[in-house]
């Protein structure tokens, strides 16, 4: 109740808003008077400002100090100053702002924003991480295959009902206010992201600090799965998959027109028609109800059944000392995975693999010693 004389302007400071009660003159009255809603207006003295969120506040490693901030509003036309040791502001222009001060300066900050009609004052004190941040207060798990984490936060600060931290997520989506102790966040890809708290330290008018943590999102479809091991020509593939088939069963697609199999052990074969790639895809359930088909390109080399190859001697003489020889111009090459090269030796000796080292022949010793070589075969 208002008791006026005369003209009377009543106000209250949340609403910054006038009215006039206008009286008789010299008259007593005794009125009720109705206040609007609060407006947007928001003191130049308050220390917690809601028209924007302190996203993050750090010593780089330079020694600089950064501070960012986001605005609530989408609103265009949002301008901002940061005021610090003195020196002219920095201004900045957007939604979303980050500043980076020079280290000379006592890390304490006045930030204004300049919204509508509106600006917006916050005080901010830069605080050590290594004093205030808690070890594994940021967890992440990812049972599923659409890149959806559930971040668990473990900060003493949640049972005070005041208490409010700004998360962000390390991929460039927005940053988040919440008190919870659990929230999920969804990623476009698998990775590693460092995931960011900040918030004003309880029981201190401005002191900030931002902790960073590392969390893991990881792919169903990691593409490195399937393996092409061996072929026997031609073309009679070995695959490997690495996956627990024989807990998790998996349906295999060979990419090349075949029937679809069950595949319950690995490594398997197949018979493809041809050389050349095929997109080998399976099917699998990597989490209760949620099945994944993952594809992954498999290449056969050109099939090679030559077996022509040149033996010649490394260092020819005259004399009948048994020289050493080596083969060359193999038909098939070392990266055809399609040919097994098997070399037998008349002196006994088995070597495998495309192309043997030198080799001297111990079959050219008899029980007098070395006996000359006259002719080679092959």
């Known amino acids: 109740m208002v008791h006026a004389s005369g003209h009377f302007i009543a106000s209250r400071d949340t609403d910054k808003a006038d009215y006039d009660l206008e009286l008789e003159t010299g008259g007593t009255e005794c009125v009720g008077i109705n206040l609007l809603e609060s407006s947007t207006d928001v003191s130049a003295n308050d220390d917690n400002c809601p028209s924007f969120i302190i996203t993050k506040a750090i010593e ?72 205030y941040c808690y070890e594994e207060a940021v967890t992440a798990t990812n049972e599923n295959c659409r890149f959806e984490a559930d971040i668990a936060i473990d900060l003493p600060y949640l049972s005070d009902p005041f208490f409010s931290y700004v998360i962000t997520f390390g991929d460039g ?76 069963p998996i349906s295999v697609d060979y990419g090349d027109g075949s029937t679809i199999e069950l595949v319950t052990s690995s490594p398997v074969t197949h018979t493809y028609p041809d050389d050349g790639c095929y997109d080998v895809c399976y099917t699998y359930e990597p989490y209760p109800d949620e099945i994944v088909e993952c594809c992954e390109l498999v290449c056969l080399p050109a099939c090679c059944l030559n077996p022509e190859f040149e033996l010649n001697a490394i260092q020819p003489s005259s004399s009948c000392i048994n020289p050493e020889y080596e083969i060359s111009h193999v038909a098939c090459p070392n990266e055809s995975l399609s040919t097994t090269h098997l070399w037998e030796f008349s002196d006994g000796t088995i070597f495998e693999g495309p192309n043997p080292p030198p080799h001297r022949f ?8 070395e006996v000359c070589v006259s002719e080679t075969g092959v």
């Open 362 to 369: 111990t079959n050219f010793f008899d029980e007098e010693g």
């Open 60 to 131: 780089l490693p330079n020694g600089d100090y950064q501070v960012c901030v986001q605005s609530i509003s989408p609103a265009p036309g949002q301008s901002w100053e940061i005021h610090y040791g003195g020196s002219l502001p920095f201004t900045a222009f957007g939604g979303t702002v980050c500043w980076t001060i020079p280290s000379g300066y006592f890390p304490s900050y006045e930030i204004i924003h300049y919204l509508d009609d509106m600006d917006c004052h916050q005080f901010v004190t830069i605080w050590d991480p290594e004093t």
């Open 173 to 248: 989506s927005p940053a988040v206010e919440s008190s919870n102790s659990s929230l999920t966040h969804t990623y476009t890809q698998e990775g590693s992201y460092e995931v960011c708290l900040t918030y004003l330290v309880p029981n201190s008018e401005q002191g900030f600090v931002t902790c960073c943590y590392t969390i893991e999102i990881l792919n169903c479809c990691s593409g490195d799965v399937v393996h092409l091991t061996a072929i026997q020509p031609c073309w009679i593939a070995t695959l490997e998959f690495d996956l627990d088939v024989a807990f998790f």
